[in-house]
């Protein structure tokens, strides 16, 4: 399918894609704040695959993935898609993702990957799981799930 877009336009329009401080790793934060799950950091490059916040204390490592970008079974197919290129750094973005996950385990880290529509539909089901992994870690703040 050719591209309605002038190679312009499409260089603007990915260009305004956002790969950190997302809307929905903003609400997740926010979310978070909220129940006291504080002390993360942002984008680590420390941290193999750079999560979206970073638990250093507890070694905990929470992603905010996009279904485009990172795959999704429902929103990418690689058979449909439109070219070589874009089948490749998909494909490569989930091997990324797999490798990061991989070494976050090796040295000792939880990771939690969540896709960015669930963080939309569901905030609390989102912040519960970061709260299980963290209270999983030896977490004792506010509202620890283990402690209710």
Known sequence: MADHLSPQGRSRNMAAIRSKNTKPELALRKALREVGATGYRLHRKDVPGRPDLAF???KVAVFVDGVFWHGHPDHWNPETASSDYWRTKIAR?????????????DLGWRVVRMWDQDVNADITGCVDRVRQALAASGWTGPGNLSRD
């Not at 973005?93 to 385990?105: C, Q, S, T, V």
């Open 56 to 58: 250093i204390r507890w």
């Open 93 to 105: 973005n989930i091997e990324r993702d797999r490798a990061a996950d991989g070494a976050l385990h």
